[in-house]
């Protein structure tokens, strides 16, 4: 009974916009790695689309001020900061940002991310994602995962 409360509570806040045609996901929405589940069509995308006092989250929920926040995500290459030299082998990375590392159910990200920008920056995440997984498109081997610090930020090394 808990559950089916609060999903309907939980699709409340989600307001379905039109569907934009066929053509590629680009916009990083959905869940799994680097947002492979989703499409442009979930969710909201603007805070005028959410109603008063609530912002549009990056992954598309409708939430207070309070539930969001800005994280900083910073990375280097075997403990090398990373450039277009360290990176020549890795040149996109898929982000995913988990409410908790074991729960593949809770999660969203974005594909593909320049590895050699070194930094990933977004605003208004919804702070139940208290943790981030970096990996090589297609490669699990040598990625990294870590949980937030209470600022917000958090650096990752990879190992590839």
Known sequence: MRIALALVLFAGCIQPQPDPGPGPDTSGWGTGPGGTGGNSSFGCHADNECGG?????????????????????????????????????????????????????????????????????????????????LAKTGDEIGAATAAFASDGTVTLDLRY
Not at 82 to 94: E, G, I, M, V, Y
Request: charged content about 15%; aromatic content about 8%; overall charge negative.
């Open 53 to 133: 006092g609530y912002v549009c989250a990056r992954d598309g929920e409708c939430l207070t001020t309070s539930q969001v926040r800005t994280i900083h995500v910073t990375w280097t290459i075997n403990h090398v900061a990373a450039s277009t030299t360290t990176c020549s082998t890795l040149p996109h990375l898929d982000i995913t940002f988990m409410n908790n590392p074991e729960d593949a159910n809770d999660q969203f990200g974005f594909s593909p991310v320049p590895c050699a920008e070194g930094k990933f920056t977004i605003d208004k995440l919804p702070t139940r994602y208290q943790a981030v997984h």
